[in-house]
Each structure stands twice: as structure tokens, then as C-alpha cells.
């Protein structure tokens, strides 16, 4: 039997910082009402680099981190909402770019929950024996698209890039990946075409921006949050307690705090840094998981759910062991 686990993660932020006090000179806001009703401080915005500029770096940390060359590389697969062009995909720019084979690498467009969509893809496709080794991608350059007048979306998207790769194993690592899905609410969150061009100036037409009625996405991730971990758990007859942590979707320090409210999980053990990012959808997870890697937060033999949600809408899990 083909197993897979996780030999590296890495994660890429631009340099630009947007604070909150930023938001207060661009719309109606506060820095206070900002803190309270979403948890985020500040969050890292790109100037003139792109997804795929986003996603190379975070790609070049990752095979650093797993001390993978890029020949060793079979498959690749990149999770954005915003790529740089509608083809080719960024996927392919990143494959020339890293000098990889002539690969299987293709994206996936899941919103938030893409990483997690991606992994389930990555995952299978190694456990069919035909590839070993997976670089998984979630890259977002999210402020191409967002109306700076709009204040009920514009202090919650930011850019980044989260990187992880996944090689065959014969140990159970990576245990267990749901992902799901139900269009009907697709009017929950949603954005009917996008420039693709970072630092988009002067716009002579009116550019369609990404609409969201919060309340509800809101109630929907509050629902399937702590719903996708149960599901996780019972898959692998696990329970909550001998979770080291949880690694969800930073979407709002609320929903998180919401989350562990529900299920009576310790606070302190979901992994939080949407202070310092804002969300950043498919970028979010991977960021997430990196950090908590780097910082200790995870270490090796650790047992975590990461879980996700977004528009579509889509939501989905997965219970590894480092
Ligand atoms: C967007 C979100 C932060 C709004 O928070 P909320 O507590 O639901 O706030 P409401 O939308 O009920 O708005 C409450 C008031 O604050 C106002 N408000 C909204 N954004 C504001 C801002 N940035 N600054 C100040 N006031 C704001 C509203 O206009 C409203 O004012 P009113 O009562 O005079 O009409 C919250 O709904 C949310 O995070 N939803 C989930 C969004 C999400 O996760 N999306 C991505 C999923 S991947």
C-alpha cells in the first residue's frame, strides 16, 4: 500500500504592509472595529509581483526546506483564484520557471478551500503509484480584485503564497482528506471576472469586484468548520484530544473562535495568525501550516487537522501526522 507524507512546506508574503490605521485614510473603518470583528491587525499586499511570483518563492522555500532538487519533482499543482493570466496556467509558469521535467502540473480552483482540494488531488494521484513526489501550491494575489470602497470586504483580503511537498511513504501520514462542495449558495461570495494584471491603474471600464454577504458566509463557516474535524476524527476513530493542533482557514479570528467554542477544543490549540495576514484564501492553509512548522507550534510525530472553506461554496479537511 502507497501512502504519502509531508517532507516540506514553505510560504512567501510581499513586502508591502497594509495596517488597519492604512484602511481608516481609504474607507469608513477603524482600526478598533477591525481588531474586534475580524481579528486582523495588518496584512501583506503585493506592489508589481504577481501569483506566480508569489507562488515561486514559496515553491523555492519548500524544496529548500525538503532538500528536494527539482528533477525529483513529478507532479505540481497550484490552487489560486488569481492567476496571472487565464492560460497558460500558473502552474505551467512555475515548472519553466523552476527548471522541473516535463511534469504533470496543472491548477485547481476550489477558492479558500484549494489547498486542501489540491492536497486531496496530490494525495490520490500518489497513492495510484503512479507519481512520488508532489509540489502543492496555494498562491493569491487577492488585492487585484478587491473594491477599496467597499469596507465590508477590503480589510479582510491580502496576498500570499504557501507551499508543501508531498512524497509516497510507507507511513500512514497523511490520514485522512475530505472535500466537498454544494453551489447552490454561489451568490454567497463571488466575483464575475477580475483583471489579471497586478498594479491594475486607470480602469476605462468598470471592473467587477468580489461580492460577499458576510452574515451568511459567515454562518456557513461557522457550521461546516467543526462539522469537516468530527468527520476527519471519525474517520480515523480519533478524538479531539490527541489533536496537537488545529490549522484552520484564516478567514476571521471569530469563526475560529467559534469553532473551538463548539467543539469544546482548547483555544490556544488553534493555530491563529490572521492578525499578521488577513485571509488570504488558498494561500491561507499552507501559510498557516509553515509558520506553525517553523515556530514549533507542529513538530514531528504531531497529529493535526488542517480544514478549510470558501466560495463556491467548498469546504474540506485533512488529519496529519508530521
Ligand atoms: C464581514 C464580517 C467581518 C462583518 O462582520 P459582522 O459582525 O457580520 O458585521 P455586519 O456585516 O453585521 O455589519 C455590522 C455593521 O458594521 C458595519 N461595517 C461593516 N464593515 C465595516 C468596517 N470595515 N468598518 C466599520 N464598520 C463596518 C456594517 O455596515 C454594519 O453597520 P450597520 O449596522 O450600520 O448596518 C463578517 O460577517 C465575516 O467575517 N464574515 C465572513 C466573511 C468571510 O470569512 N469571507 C471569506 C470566506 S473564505
Known amino acids: 500500500m502507497i ?32 481588531q474586534s470583528r475580524t481579528g486582523i491587525v495588518k ?5 508589481l509581483e504577481n501569483t506566480s511570483d508569489l507562488a515561486y518563492k514559496a515553491a523555492l522555500n519548500a524544496m529548500e526546506d525538503a532538500q528536494i532538487q527539482p528533477d525529483m519533482i513529478d507532479l505540481l499543482i497550484v ?25 504533470t502540473a496543472f491548477d485547481i480552483n476550489a477558492a479558500c478551500s484549494g489547498f486542501v482540494y489540491a492536497l486531496n488531488v496530490a494525495d490520490k494521484m500518489i497513492q495510484s ?11 493569491e494575489t487577492l488585492s487585484k480584485y478587491t473594491d477599496f470602497k467597499d ?25 485522512s482528506i475530505v472535500t466537498y462542495s454544494k453551489g447552490d449558495y454561489e451568490g454567497l461570495l463571488s466575483m464575475e471576472g477580475y483583471p489579471l494584471k497586478v498594479n491594475y ?12 454577504q458576510g452574515t451568511e ?19 480515523e476513530n480519533m478524538t ?18 467559534y469553532a473551538a467554542k463548539i467543539l469544546k477544543f482548547p483555544l490556544e490549540k488553534m493555530y491563529v495568525n490572521i492578525d499578521r495576514y488577513g485571509n488570504t484564501s488558498a494561500a491561507s492553509v499552507p501559510l498557516a501550516i509553515d509558520e506553525a512548522i517553523k515556530t514549533g507550534a507542529l513538530k514531528k510525530n504531531d497529529v493535526f487537522i488542517t480544514v478549510a472553506f470558501g466560495a463556491g461554496l467548498t469546504w474540506g479537511g485533512a488529519l496529519i501526522e508530521l
Request: glycine letters at 4%.
Open 151 to 175: 469596507r465590508n470586504t477590503c480589510i479582510l483580503f491580502a496576498d500570499a503564497a504557501g507551499a508543501m511537498i508531498i512524497k509516497a511513504s510507507d507511513k500512514r501520514k497523511i490520514r
Open 240 to 257: 479531539l484530544n490527541e489533536l496537537s493542533l488545529i490549522v484552520a482557514h484564516q478567514a476571521n479570528r471569530r469563526i475560529i473562535d
Open 43 to 47: 496584512r501583506h499586499m503585493t506592489e
Open 129 to 139: 503509484g503512479a507519481y512520488q513526489t508532489a509540489l502543492i501550491i496555494g498562491a
Open 201 to 212: 491603474s486607470t480602469p476605462t471600464q468598470p471592473r467587477p469586484f468580489i461580492q460577499m
Open 3 to 34: 501512502y504519502t507524507e509531508i517532507v516540506g512546506t514553505g510560504s512567501y508574503v510581499p513586502k508591502k504592509v497594509v495596517t488597519n490605521t492604512d484602511l481608516e485614510q481609504v474607507v469608513d473603518t477603524s482600526d478598533a472595529w477591525i
Open 79 to 103: 490552487a489560486t483564484v488569481t492567476p496571472d493570466a487565464p492560460f497558460p496556467a500558473v502552474s505551467q509558469m512555475l515548472q519553466h520557471r523552476l527548471k522541473l521535467n516535463e511534469i
Open 217 to 235: 458566509v459567515f454562518k456557513f463557516a461557522t457550521k461546516v468548520l467543526p462539522k469537516t474535524v468530527i468527520k476527519l476524527l471519525e474517520n
